[in-house]
């Protein structure tokens, strides 16, 4: 059965550095996201991806935050200068868009530790 | 923003036994979800549900949307070890795969 991939499975970084958390939807799907999990806590959207472009983001993605599809099958999460608070799992996840069942479908996630 | 809140927060309960959770909404959804999360995993979709008053079965489980669509259920029956985790709903307003929403789980543990 297809699914999300991602990679790394674990990242630590030092505070102010660049981190690229990496995706690999699944292969027909055309919409795509990013959501995190702040440990202990509840899964959080931060921004949805669709024809190249930004279709929706809240208030968590903010100018430190990018996303980018760079070739047919990869799909980028970017945090410019990591805070300490940017700590948690991150999941990407993908959906065909064809409803009514639209069901998203979510990669094992990134484990990323600011230090 | 919108809150999902669940209820119960944890469970412990005994293999075999059937489990009950809510998931109550401030405003109205249009797709209700289940998910379950297993330690160091993404959320794996269980139910979905896209019809007020809809009433769905994926073998032992049950979930049901509300008719206000504002809240939805989800029963667990005959539990076994392996349904151990945490379960989320979520809920999606109508538009072309808009983001989900999710709330703040439920803690299932299962003692044999």
């Known amino acids: 059965e297809p699914e999300v991939t991602q990679t790394p499975s674990h990242q630590v970084t030092q505070m102010g550095q660049e981190v690229i958390l990496r995706c690999v939807p699944i292969s027909n799907h055309l919409y795509f996201y990013w959501y995190r999990q702040i440990l202990g806590q509840k899964v959080e959207f931060l921004v949805s991806?669709?024809?190249?472009?930004?279709?929706?983001k809240s208030e968590i993605f903010d100018d430190q935050f990018s996303v980018e599809r760079p070739d047919g099958s990869n799909f980028t999460l970017k945090i410019r200068s990591t805070k300490l608070e940017d700590s948690a799992m991150y999941f990407c996840a993908s959906t065909s868009g064809q409803a009514p069942q639209e069901t998203q479908y979510f990669g094992p996630g990134t484990r990323l530790l600011v230090l | 923003g919108q809150q999902l809140n669940q209820s119960p927060q944890s469970m412990f309960i005994q293999e075999g036994e059937d489990v009950s959770m809510n998931c109550t909404s401030s405003s109205i959804f249009n797709t209700w979800l289940w998910y379950k999360q297993d330690p160091g995993e993404g959320p794996v979709l269980l139910i979905a549900?896209?019809?007020?008053?809809e009433l769905t079965s994926n073998g032992r489980l049950t979930a049901q949307f509300g008719i206000t669509r504002k809240d939805s259920f989800l029963n667990i029956s005959a539990s076994i070890p392996s349904d151990v985790g945490i379960y989320f709903c979520a809920g999606q307003l109508a538009g072309t795969a808009s983001k989900l929403t999710f709330g703040t789980g439920t803690r299932l543990q299962v003692t044999l």
């Open positions: 549900l896209y019809k007020a008053g």
């Open positions: 991806f669709y024809n190249n472009e930004i279709s929706e």
